[in-house]
């Protein structure tokens, strides 16, 4: 990528093409993702940055990794690797986030341990 403009074109055109793939409209991933359908246009036409919380979400509405979204030249391999180790190489669905985003807010160790007690034994029954 030479310029900041390539790379906002780059993914807005992975976005574009991933979102037809999947036949959505425009307005279905920006209700996905919380924001306006103009929204998703200036995305997909690389007019706005969007930031890296945005690029989870969006990723996430996709069914994708963030991988999928980011041009291999711009990747570092050893960022990608990390990522593929922590979720198992499987995308992130758009509540797996959630839980998590909310799981960090919660502020006492042992609460955080009874939520992960909780899970355990919901997940086994």
Same mark, same amino acid.
């Given at each position: 990528?030479?310029?900041?403009?390539?790379?906002?074109?780059?993914?807005?055109?992975?976005?574009?093409?991933?979102?037809?793939?999947?036949?959505?409209?425009? %307005?279905?991933?920006?209700? +996905? /993702? &919380? =924001? @306006?359908?103009?929204?998703?246009?200036?995305? %997909?036409?690389?007019?706005? +940055? /969007? &930031? =890296? @919380?945005?690029?989870?979400?969006?990723?996430?509405?996709?069914?994708?990794?963030?991988?999928?979204?980011?041009?291999?030249?711009?990747?570092?391999?050893?960022?990608?690797?990390?990522?593929?180790?922590?979720?198992?190489?499987?995308?992130?669905?758009?509540?797996?986030?959630?839980?998590?985003?909310?799981?960090?807010?919660?502020?006492?160790?042992?609460?955080?341990?009874?939520?992960?007690?909780?899970?355990?034994?919901?997940?086994?029954?």
């Amino acid at each position: 990528m030479e310029n900041a403009g390539d790379l906002e074109q780059y993914i807005g055109t992975r976005i574009s093409d991933l979102r037809k793939e999947r036949a959505l409209s425009q %307005e279905d991933l920006a209700d +996905r /993702i &919380s =924001v @306006s359908y103009q929204q998703v246009q200036k995305y %997909e036409k690389g007019r706005t +940055r /969007i &930031s =890296v @919380s945005r690029l989870v979400d969006l990723a996430a509405a996709l069914g994708v990794g963030l991988n999928e979204l980011i041009p291999d030249e711009v990747r570092a391999p050893k960022l990608q690797h990390s990522a593929d180790t922590l979720t198992g190489g499987f995308s992130l669905t758009r509540d797996e986030i959630r839980l998590l985003k909310l799981y960090r807010k919660v502020g006492s160790e042992r609460m955080r341990r009874i939520v992960l007690d909780y899970m355990r034994t919901i997940s086994e029954s």
